[in-house]
Nanobody, 119 residues
């Protein structure tokens, strides 16, 4: 059983910072790409940032220059450093990973962590 567990969400004022973490646990060979998604209230889930196993990263345009995704493969952990947060970035943030078990790849999601940015 593989689990992804996010932490680090909370309430922050506009312009503030938060660092999200997501730890993968269970029996697996490795994790390929890992991503952070977010789902604002009443809206669809959207991709925020992606990082490959080799630490190449991509971001949605709205967070470029403010958010940084990183990972520690030895700890099976992915991070999202979020700076200069805006009220419209209030959302549930989800971790996602492409997990390799034996020779197959499976998609796993965390349960989400709430980020609330007050104006």
């Amino acid at each position: 059983q593989v689990q992804l567990a996010e932490s680090g969400g909370g309430l922050v004022q506009a312009g503030g910072s938060l660092r999200l973490s997501c730890v993968a646990s269970g029996n697996f060979a490795r994790i390929n790409a890992m991503d952070w998604y977010r789902q604002p209230p009443g809206k669809k889930r959207e991709l925020v940032a992606t990082i490959t196993s080799g630490s190449s990263s991509k971001y949605t345009d709205s967070v470029k220059g403010r958010f940084t995704i990183s990972r520690d493969n030895a700890k099976n952990t992915v991070y999202l450093q979020m700076n200069t947060l805006k009220p419209e970035e209030t959302a549930v943030y989800f971790c996602h990973g492409e997990v390799v078990i034996r020779s197959s790849t499976y998609s796993y999601w965390g349960q989400g962590t709430q980020v609330t940015v007050s104006s």
